[in-house]
């Protein structure tokens, strides 16, 4: 016999909704991969006011944080309110091989684009190969 109304699952999102303090970060997914001679990184941030998001760099430390605020309109019955509305979070540390002056970053469409550059230091360069055998060469 199929069961269509389940307590638990009810009790689980009822739960979910009275434990949930909005005051505890929500979960922002990020990506980061690194491309050409900068990294970049992509953080889902929909329905974040932009003047409310803050990125910063302290030492070594990237920091990320951005609100968003609930639905607060007056006499409507909600049916469903599964959007989290409360403060964002995410913290990362950045390597000696970042440019830390030279963060920018950008947010469109409800995504955050931050893009890190690498330093001068950690580029790939070429060393030239003395020879002390060509140095006599030229010597003579």
């Not at 505890?24 to 409310?52: I, K």
């Not at 390597?95 to 963060?103: A, Q």
Request: aromatic content about 6%; cysteine-free.
């Amino acid at each position: 016999m199929a069961l269509t109304f389940d307590p638990f699952s009810q009790l689980d999102r009822f739960a979910a909704s009275v434990l949930d303090s909005v005051r505890a970060p929500r979960l922002m997914p990020v990506d980061l991969f690194r491309d050409g001679e900068q990294y970049v990184l992509h953080a889902d941030l929909p329905g974040v006011d932009p003047g409310s998001i803050d990125v910063d760099v302290d030492g070594g430390q990237l920091t990320i944080r951005a609100q968003r605020t609930a639905d607060s309109r007056e006499g409507v019955r909600w049916l469903a309110r599964e959007r989290g509305a409360g403060s964002f979070l995410r913290q990362f540390t950045l390597g000696d091989g970042v440019d830390v002056d030279k963060i920018s970053a950008n947010y469109e469409s409800g995504v955050l684009s931050v893009l890190i550059p690498v330093s001068e230091r950690a580029k790939p360069r070429k060393i030239e190969v003395e020879s002390t055998e060509r140095r006599q060469a030229i010597d003579a």
